[in-house]
């Protein structure tokens, strides 16, 4: 059973930074795809970014390219989420999310994805 841990959250002014971590752990396929998304309150969960570790080009939402990079560390299984720059509205539970389901491509829908983080708060206000 796959298992995901978030890190990183906390409480940062406009224009600052984080970095969140997905530690990964129970999966045995050598492919697999993690994607961060978001629920602010009242709001839908949203997808951000997600990665496959045979793709190529990672995904980024609109609202956060340029601002958030993906990364992965294959040896500790882990990925992270640096954000940059951050807005008010990026204010949320950011959650991280694994399939093994593709063997190339990482899906941008929340539905797509079998195992899921607990969440990690960011909260950006000045």
């Known amino acids: 059973q796959v298992q995901l841990v978030e890190s990183g959250g906390g409480l940062v002014q406009p224009g600052g930074s984080l970095r969140l971590s997905c530690s990964a752990s129970g999966f045995s396929l050598p492919w697999y795809a993690i994607g961060w998304f978001r629920q602010a309150p009242g709001e839908e969960r949203e997808g951000v970014s997600c990665?496959?570790?045979?793709?190529?080009?990672?995904y980024y939402a609109d609202s956060v390219r340029g601002r958030f990079t993906i990364s992965r560390d294959d040896a500790e299984n882990t990925v992270y989420l640096q954000m940059n720059n951050l807005k008010f509205e990026d204010t949320g539970v950011y959650y991280c999310?694994?399939?093994?389901?593709?063997?190339?491509?990482?899906?941008?829908?929340?539905?797509?994805?079998?195992?899921w983080g607990q969440g990690t708060q960011v909260t950006v206000s000045s």
């Open positions: 999310a694994f399939t093994d389901r593709y063997d190339y491509s990482c899906p941008t829908g929340a539905s797509e994805y079998e195992s």
């Open positions: 990665l496959h570790n045979h793709g190529d080009s990672p």
